[in-house]
């Protein structure tokens, strides 16, 4: 009888053992799914927040290219559900055949990705291999030429908005980011641009009034539900994204500020010319060949603060892959390095940048200038693919978070500038901004 209980005691303590060890192991299990899924939400968190940029993340890649199909120096920019088409490209200077995939990202309107699946987005694939490239003819510069267009049958785009083109290798590595944006045109916008209101700016400043109009779309909340960005040349370090309408009235929203909606004029961008690599184009003082690579001489820049005014034709920013010598100027224009020199006081404000479209409109330490005090001048090499480029100086704070060009170039009132309006639409009940509304307009008739 004693062995019997002294068992049953024994069994009964066993029993509470295991079943506070298995309690503790579900407790254990229980919290590491609980440190999982905050993780993830952390990591979720975290890739809503990524802010996307026009970006080459290999120094092999180069000349990467995002326009409409048949117009080279287009915006970037298809209609939704439309035949449009974007032609993407870039050279990588390894040459050789490499396996590259692309894959797009939507984004809300401050180009941070938009908290959305990619199935919400995205009709076919997730990813598509580029199968299309050619390799460089007759050029001392040797690279292979890629190139996709899009939309395609295996990848398109179902909703409106900002997106991200992300090409990347098999292995996962990224090569580059480039912007594009899909428009549902479901708004009409008037612009004016003006000499500055205000008698301070009258000279030195542009002034753009615009007016949406909506007859065919609701909108309940104007000052909650759209965002308007306002850009100069498609720059990104002065946009304006601030703005909310000034007057409401029946189906039209009014933006008619004094002071919020203006820009420096700044000055017409500088120029040069290297379509040709035998001859010297009026802003070429050299072209040279040191057995390795072509170097072309710009004559020297001054500053132009304190110019007056003066017409030069340019392309706002802009530049063209030509070659004098070829047909086919995306694999047989060669690559040189350009030389810039700009002799001036050393600036202590700030470091100088060259500031086009060929670096993004964007603050980029690859196209930062160096001085040299032994000259007194500014100087940097950049390599480039031949063609005709536009270019600006401007002077960054340590901080980078702006650019002032009028500096170094001036600024006026008669210069002309293209300005692009783009309206975002976000209901309370949308999970992304919807881009509803374009206009592209100029200052070209205010002097």
């Not at 802010?51 to 993340?57: D, M, V």
């Not at 901080?399 to 170094?408: G, P, R």
Request: net charge negative.
């Amino acid at each position: 009888m004693k062995l019997t209980n002294i068992s049953i005691f024994f069994s009964f303590i066993l029993l509470i053992t295991s079943s506070c060890r298995s309690k503790k192991e579900i407790y254990q299990e229980s919290n590491v799914h609980s440190d999982t899924s905050s993780k993830e939400i952390e990591d979720s968190t975290y890739r809503q927040k990524i802010y996307y940029t026009n970006k080459t993340a290999k120094p092999n890649i180069k000349t990467v290219l995002c326009h409409q199909e048949k117009e080279d120096n287009s915006l970037a920019i298809i209609n939704l559900d439309s035949d449009d088409k974007l032609l993407v490209s870039f050279d990588d200077l390894n040459s050789g055949i490499k396996d590259y995939y692309y894959t797009i990202i939507h984004c809300n309107a401050d180009w941070t990705a938009s908290n959305l699946m990619k199935n919400e987005y995205i009709k076919g694939f997730t990813e598509e291999l580029i199968t299309d490239y050619e390799f460089s003819f007759n050029t001392i510069q040797k690279y292979t030429h890629y190139y996709f267009k899009f939309p395609s049958n295996n990848i398109k785009p179902t909703i409106s908005g900002n997106y991200i083109i992300k090409v990347y290798e098999e292995d996962g590595t990224i090569i580059l980011y480039k912007r594009f944006m899909v428009i549902e045109k479901k708004l009409h916008i008037e612009a004016n641009v003006r000499r500055a209101t205000l008698a301070a700016d009258r000279k030195s400043k542009h002034e753009i009034d615009f007016t949406i109009k909506h007859p065919s779309f609701i909108i309940n909340h104007p000052f909650s539900d759209l965002k308007v960005h306002i850009k100069q040349n498609n720059r990104e370090d002065n946009t304006i994204t601030d703005l909310t309408p000034q007057y409401v009235r029946n189906d039209e929203l009014i933006y008619d500020y004094e002071d919020d909606n203006t820009f420096f004029g700044n000055n017409e961008y500088r120029h040069f010319d290297f379509k040709s690599l035998r001859y010297h184009s009026e802003r070429i003082e050299d072209i040279t060949y040191d057995s390795t690579y072509n170097h072309v001489y710009l004559f020297e820049d001054k500053k132009r603060s304190f110019d007056r005014y003066s017409i030069d034709l340019d392309i706002n920013g802009k530049f063209l892959i030509r070659s004098q010598e070829g047909r086919e100027p995306s694999i047989e224009a060669d690559y040189a390095f350009i030389h810039f020199t700009l002799p001036t006081e050393k600036i202590n404000s700030g470091d100088v940048y060259l500031l086009g479209k060929f670096c993004d409109w964007e603050i980029k330490d690859d196209f930062r200038l160096k001085y040299n005090s032994i000259k007194q001048q500014y100087e940097t090499a950049i390599y480039l693919k031949q063609g005709y480029y536009n270019y600006l100086y401007g002077v960054s704070n340590s901080y980078k978070q702006n650019i002032d060009v009028s500096l170094i170039e001036g600024t006026h009132y008669q210069t002309r500038n293209d300005y692009y309006i783009y309206v975002y639409y976000r209901s309370a009940s949308d999970r992304y901004d919807r881009l509803i509304g374009f206009l592209k307009t100029s200052s070209k008739e205010l002097f």
